[in-house]
């Protein structure tokens, strides 16, 4: 009996987790489809070609494709984030509020990936000096998917994979149940964030390439990378994906692709 009520109480926050998590990625979902949200992306509103691509604006601009940034996490990486939730929960029975915990969880998480796109933008300004690519984004866009299909190929993206599919032995490791609970949450979510960023950073940033114009390309990422994590078998899927990633890089940078194709 005692072990069945402690299991009971180790689940029984997963469907309201769930459904918070849905929701709120559901609404970064609407925000990313709003035309008026992101508008330094697209159109005649911005005279600069690489805003098409969502690379990062010079000036005051910055803070705006950051907050895009945050929008695509919450949609596309907080929901297969729910096994580290619900392994927090779990873990905070007994020593808090597990909803409250589960929330630092989630919002340590979405700082990780914050920071990391504040350093893959401020390298997307240094890459903007290279006058090749500022001059043709068509070219900027390939050599992200060749980049990130060799980082998909790579032995560092299949260990951080390996960590990010297993929330529950990242948490043997860093819940140690001698600091406060907060504590333990921020550093168990800070070490899972980070796996989860090294496994799928460089998807990511296609996300950010391509821009909101393309936003079926976005949800097809964002399955990729949900099945990638949480699929049983979704390991299979990593190596398919970083060649057809690359050959559509090395197509593109051969002219066999148009530019319209990478650039919305």
């Given at each position: 009996?005692?072990?069945?009520?402690?299991?009971?109480?180790?689940?029984?926050h997963?469907?309201?987790?769930?459904?918070?998590?849905?929701?709120?990625?559901?609404?970064?979902?609407?925000?990313?489809?709003?035309?008026?949200?992101?508008?330094?992306?697209?159109?005649?509103?911005?005279?600069?070609?690489?805003?098409?691509?969502?690379?990062?604006?010079?000036?005051?601009?910055?803070g705006?494709?950051?907050?895009?940034?945050?929008?695509?996490?919450?949609?596309?990486m907080?929901?297969?984030?729910?096994?580290?939730?619900?392994?927090?929960?779990?873990?905070?029975?007994?020593?808090?509020c597990?909803?409250?915990?589960?929330?630092?969880?989630?919002?340590?998480?979405?700082?990780?990936?914050?920071?990391?796109?504040?350093?893959?933008?401020?390298?997307d300004?240094?890459?903007?000096?290279?006058?090749?690519?500022?001059?043709?984004?068509?070219?900027?866009?390939?050599?992200?998917?060749?980049?990130?299909?060799?980082?998909?190929?790579?032995?560092?993206?299949?260990?951080?994979?390996?960590?990010?599919?297993?929330?529950?032995?990242?948490?043997?490791?860093?819940?140690t149940?001698?600091?406060p609970?907060?504590?333990?949450?921020?550093?168990?979510?800070?070490s899972?964030?980070?796996?989860?960023?090294?496994?799928?950073?460089a998807?990511?940033?296609?996300?950010?390439?391509?821009a909101?114009?393309?936003?079926?390309?976005?949800?097809?990422?964002?399955?990729?990378?949900?099945?990638?994590?949480?699929?049983?078998?979704?390991?299979?899927?990593?190596?398919?994906?970083?060649?057809l990633?690359?050959?559509?890089?090395?197509?593109?940078?051969?002219?066999?692709?148009?530019?319209g194709?990478?650039v919305?």
């Open positions: 009996m005692t072990t069945a009520l402690k299991r009971n109480r180790n689940t029984e997963r469907r309201p987790l769930a459904a918070a998590v849905l929701a709120l990625a559901a609404l970064a979902w609407v925000g990313l489809a709003w035309p008026d949200l992101l508008a330094h992306h697209g159109g005649a509103a911005t005279p600069d070609p690489m805003a098409h691509m969502g690379h990062l604006p010079v000036g005051p601009a910055v705006p494709v950051l907050l895009a940034w945050v929008v695509m996490v919450v949609a596309m907080l929901p297969p984030a729910l096994p580290l939730l619900t392994t927090v929960a779990g873990l905070a029975v007994g020593r808090g597990p909803m409250l915990l589960a929330a630092l969880a989630g919002a340590t998480f979405v700082a990780v990936w914050t920071v990391a796109g504040a350093a893959l933008l401020g390298l300004t240094a890459l903007r000096q290279v006058l090749v690519l500022a001059a043709d984004p068509g070219t900027a866009a390939a050599v992200v998917l060749v980049a990130a299909g060799l980082y998909q190929l790579s032995p560092l993206a299949q260990r951080c994979l390996t960590a990010c599919r297993s929330p529950r032995s990242t948490a043997l490791r860093y819940w149940g001698r600091r609970a907060w504590a333990e949450t921020v550093g168990l979510s800070a899972y964030g980070l796996t989860c960023v090294g496994c799928c950073w998807l990511m940033v296609i996300s950010l390439t391509v909101v114009a393309a936003l079926p390309v976005m949800v097809v990422l964002a399955v990729v990378m949900a099945a990638q994590r949480l699929l049983p078998h979704g390991r299979r899927l990593v190596r398919p994906t970083g060649f990633v690359l050959a559509l890089g090395i197509a593109a940078l051969a002219g066999f692709l148009p530019a194709v990478l919305a």
